[in-house]
C-alpha cells in the first residue's frame, strides 16, 4: 500500500483503489487554501498512476465536508476585482481538475456535506451517503452566491429546484438529497464503507483505459450536439486501439471467458 501523508488531505491506495481522505475532523473537514493546493497535486498525481483504477473520497471523523474556511471567504472578498477574479478562477480549477479526472470517483458520505463540500461531492461520478447525512449550500445567507460551480446542481437536479436549494439555503437530509438527484444511493451507516468498497471493486475488474475514455464520452457529450458527441466516441476509442487490454477484451469474448485486465 501506498501511502502520502499529507496534512489535509490523506491519501492511499490499495488494490487499484485509492482513498482520499479529507482531514481537518476539528474543523468539520472544512476547504482552506492549503487543502485546495494538496488536492490539485494529489489530481495530478492520480492522472499519472496506472495503478489507480478507481478513487474514493471521504472525511475523517464525524462529517464528509462542512464547506469552505471562513478565513477563505474574507480573502477572496475583502481584495479588489481583479484579484477576485484571478483567486476565484484558481480556486475553481482545483474543483474543475477534479471532475475531469480520467478515473471513476466515488464520493463516501457521512454527517455534513455542505457548501463547498456538496460541491465537491458533485464532482463525483457517484455518491453514496448515509441517511443520516446532511446537505445545504448556505452561501446565499453569507450575501454571496455559489461560488465552486452552480452548474453541477443545476444539472442534476434541474434549475427550479436548484434554485431552491441555493436561494433558501436550507438544510435537507438523505432521502430529500436523493429525491433531488443528488445521490447516486443511501444507505445505513454501518453499511457505507461495504456499500462503497463493492462498488470501488467492480472498477477493478474492468478496463481502466475504456472506463476513462468512457468517462470523457458522457462528461463531454452531455454538452454537445449528438454529431459532435459520436465524433468524441470514436476520436477517444481511435486513442486505445493498440491497447493490450483492448486485446485481452476481444480475446476472452471469443474465447467465452472472464477478462484479465492490466492496466495497459
Request: one cysteine or more; charged letters at 25%.
Amino acid at each position: 500500500m501506498k501511502n502520502y501523508n499529507k496534512w489535509r488531505i490523506d491519501y492511499n491506495i490499495e488494490n487499484h483503489s485509492a482513498t482520499l481522505t479529507l482531514n481537518r475532523p476539528d474543523r468539520m473537514n472544512v476547504f482552506d487554501l492549503e487543502s485546495l493546493d494538496e488536492l490539485t497535486d494529489i489530481t495530478n498525481q492520480l492522472n499519472q498512476d496506472s495503478n489507480v483504477w478507481v478513487v474514493i473520497v471521504t472525511g475523517e471523523g464525524n462529517h464528509f465536508s462542512a464547506g469552505m474556511d471562513t478565513d477563505i471567504l474574507q480573502k477572496i472578498t475583502d481584495v479588489s476585482e481583479g484579484v477576485f477574479r484571478t483567486n476565484m478562477r484558481q480556486m475553481q480549477e482545483c474543483f474543475d481538475n477534479f471532475e475531469k479526472l480520467q478515473k471513476p470517483t466515488i464520493a463516501k458520505i457521512k454527517g455534513f456535506c455542505m457548501g463547498a463540500g456538496l460541491m465537491f461531492s458533485l464532482c463525483c461520478d457517484f455518491r453514496i451517503a448515509s441517511s443520516k447525512s446532511v446537505f445545504s449550500m448556505p452561501l446565499v445567507k453569507l450575501g454571496l452566491t455559489v461560488l465552486m460551480g452552480t452548474a453541477r446542481i443545476t444539472r442534476l437536479t434541474g434549475i427550479s429546484r436548484a434554485k431552491e436549494i441555493i436561494y433558501f439555503a436550507d438544510k435537507f437530509n438523505s432521502q430529500k438529497a436523493f429525491e433531488y438527484g443528488l445521490l447516486t444511493r443511501i444507505v445505513d451507516g454501518d453499511q457505507l464503507d461495504d456499500t462503497v468498497a463493492k462498488m470501488a471493486e467492480k472498477f477493478t475488474k474492468l478496463a481502466p483505459k475504456t472506463i476513462g475514455i468512457t468517462k470523457q464520452v458522457i462528461n463531454q457529450g452531455a454538452i454537445l450536439p449528438i454529431r459532435q458527441s459520436e465524433d468524441i466516441e470514436i476520436d477517444l476509442q481511435s486513442s486505445i486501439l493498440d491497447s493490450s487490454d483492448l486485446r485481452e477484451a476481444m480475446a476472452s469474448f471469443i474465447e467465452n471467458r472472464k477478462p484479465t485486465f492490466s492496466g495497459h
